[in-house]
């Protein structure tokens, strides 16, 4: 369900949340989750309603906040708890599926996986490193 933290070579090492895509048995690549939730206009490529779903999807979150807002006030003061740990979980969810559209559409062609390479949201995992992980 949650995201892995990976190095990302393009910013000197500092770790990131990605989503691991494997080709094949003997590669293992990582696609910055990230990035993509930061910057949807880079989606657009895949398709123009995937930068419109992502940020559909952050309304919907940070609508959930107000409810929790209006619910403190209205119905009970605890109200704001679960809308808030909801809104957190969803944030999550939002990066997770940035990172999958960004990953399938990686594996339907090579001219989307060429894409995010060169927009440095994809590079290749090494093998010790997920050794170390698992």
């Known amino acids: 369900m949650f995201l892995k933290t990976v190095a990302n070579p393009y910013t000197g090492g500092k770790p990131t949340r990605s989503v691991m895509y ?8 990582a696609i910055d989750a990230e990035q993509l939730y930061r910057n949807p206009k880079l989606l657009n490529a895949f398709g123009r309603w995937r930068s419109l ?4 999807l952050d309304v919907v979150a940070y609508s959930l906040i107000l409810v929790g807002i209006a619910g403190a006030i209205y119905v009970a003061w605890w109200f704001f708890l679960p809308c808030f740990v909801a809104n957190a979980a969803m944030l999550m969810a939002n990066r997770k599926a940035a990172g999958e559209m960004a990953k399938s559409a990686a594996h339907e062609s090579n001219e989307n996986f060429f894409y995010l390479h060169d927009q440095r949201a994809l590079w290749l ?9 698992a």
């Not at 094949?24 to 690549?29: D, V």
């Not at 779903?53 to 559909?56: D, E, L, P, S």
């Not at 995992?125 to 992980?133: I, M, Q, S």
């Open 22 to 29: 494997r080709p094949n048995e003997t590669q293992t690549f």
């Open 125 to 133: 995992v090494p093998e010790p490193f997920l050794e170390e992980a």
């Open 53 to 56: 779903a992502i940020r559909a």
